[in-house]
């Protein structure tokens, strides 16, 4: 016999809001997004404001600008009322967390907050594993904190680092994860905090498995910008020389404008479930750096090994990129290739931009802005 029946929730909702039905507080469109203020934050927040939502973001207090990547979709509210607000708050921070549920009553949620870098995390793994995983706890709890679990629909943005060492090729939503750095393991528990939160009170809540997504908004230290911002500062003689760890590294890149539409697509489906979105194409870090050169003007040819390795210019000599070992990583993910089929077949979503487009793309702007600096300083 079920010697456990009925069993409760461990608790009670400790915030009682006065709440309709879900059905009819889902009339409202009301999102919030954690790590609003990043690559995918922006891209998200413009989309969600196209679709008429009102959008709540939750920033950090910093001592200096962070939100530069909203500057032009936020308004000053005193000047113009509009549909993008701003919450100071942190994933480390639940009492904060719940506060800010309490107030926005969200209709979807995105959890877009995370210490985002992979080689940072072998540098501060305790922390990226609080923030990366029991950030997202926190956050889960926030919302049943407040009654809402069977009201909010919850997107957790998971990672292609997850499967890091290679087990099969391409991966897909059934591949075994074997994460390879603390981001990818804090990563892992907040995967399966979300599947168990679904299964457990019955949560709407779904992990997006995202590879690579990039854009001109991608934070300069990841290795697409770095290296399309290198070849624009190097084109136009302010920058000698790019330096770089592991450049035979293949990664399956994207367009971040993308990839959030995939993240919406998620939380508007009858279940929740989880979901690889990926190009279905893998390119080395090298070949990365060949095109964007070449947009440039430059071909580049290597040569040397190792960390010897060295990229030449064909035409005048000069060495254009080295190996510098301090971007070598402790253990590195080596190859990812993922299978979007299911987000295809599903969801109808397929990826629009192409990797020659998204290079393209990121060394225009890289060159754009690199122009800019050079006349006002003139
Ligand atoms: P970014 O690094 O550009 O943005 C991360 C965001 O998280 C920023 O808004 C940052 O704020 C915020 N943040 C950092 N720490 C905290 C904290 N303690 N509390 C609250 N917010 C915090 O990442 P992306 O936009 O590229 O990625 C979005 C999410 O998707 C991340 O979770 C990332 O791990 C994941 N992901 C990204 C992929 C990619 O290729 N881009 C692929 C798969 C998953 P601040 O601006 O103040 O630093
Ligand atoms: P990744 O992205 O680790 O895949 O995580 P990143 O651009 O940092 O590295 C990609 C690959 O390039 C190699 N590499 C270098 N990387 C950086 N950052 N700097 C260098 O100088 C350099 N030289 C070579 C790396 O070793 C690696 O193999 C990103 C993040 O957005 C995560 O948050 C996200 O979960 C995953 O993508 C999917």
């Not at 910093?62 to 939100?67: G, L, R």
Request: aromatic share 10%; hydrophobic share 35%.
């Amino acid at each position: 016999s079920n010697i456990i029946p009925d069993v409760p929730a461990p608790f009670s909702p400790l915030v009682k809001l006065q709440l309709p039905s879900p059905e009819e507080y889902n009339k409202r469109k009301v999102a919030l997004i954690s790590g609003i203020t990043g690559q995918d934050g922006s891209y998200l927040t413009e989309l969600l404001l196209e679709k008429g939502y009102e959008v709540h973001g939750i920033i950090r207090r910093s001592s200096s600008f962070n939100t530069s990547r909203l500057h032009h979709l936020y308004a000053d509210q005193h000047e113009r009322p509009n549909k993008l607000k701003l919450h100071h708050g942190d994933l480390s921070d639940s009492t904060n967390l719940v506060y800010i549920i309490a107030q926005v009553q969200p209709t979807e949620v995105y959890n877009l907050g995370a210490q985002s870098h992979v080689k940072v995390s072998f540098d501060m793994a305790e922390y990226t594993g609080d923030v990366d995983g029991l950030g997202t706890l926190r956050l889960l709890d926030a919302i049943r904190t407040c009654g809402l679990e069977k009201h909010v629909r919850f997107y957790q943005a998971s990672t292609s680092e997850l499967y890091g060492k290679v087990v099969e090729t391409p991966q897909s939503e059934t591949t075994p994860f074997y994460p390879r750095s603390p981001y990818g393991v804090a990563k892992l528990y907040s995967y399966w905090i979300t599947v168990n939160y679904r299964e457990a009170y019955g949560m709407f809540a779904c992990n997006g498995i995202l590879f690579n997504h990039e854009s001109p908004r991608r934070g300069r230290t990841f290795v697409t910008r770095k290296i399309t911002r290198a070849a624009a500062e190097i084109s136009l003689g302010k920058q000698q020389c790019l330096y770089l760890g592991n450049m035979d590294a293949k990664r399956d890149w994207g367009h971040a404008r993308d990839y959030v539409e995939g993240m919406w697509r998620m939380l508007q489906q009858p279940t929740a479930e989880d979901f690889v979105l990926a190009t279905g194409e893998t390119h080395p870090v090298r070949e990365f750096v060949e095109k964007s050169f070449a947009l440039l003007g430059m071909t580049i040819q290597w040569r040397g090994s190792g960390v010897q390795e060295e990229g030449v210019d064909s035409k005048t000599g000069k060495v254009l990129v080295r190996v510098d070992s301090q971007y070598f990583r402790p253990a590195e993910v080596e190859l990812l290739l993922g299978n979007p089929a299911k987000a295809e077949r599903i969801l109808g979503w397929k990826r629009k931009v192409d990797f020659d487009s998204l290079v393209k793309e990121m060394v225009e702007a890289d060159l754009k802005a690199a122009k800019s600096l050079v006349e006002d300083q003139n």
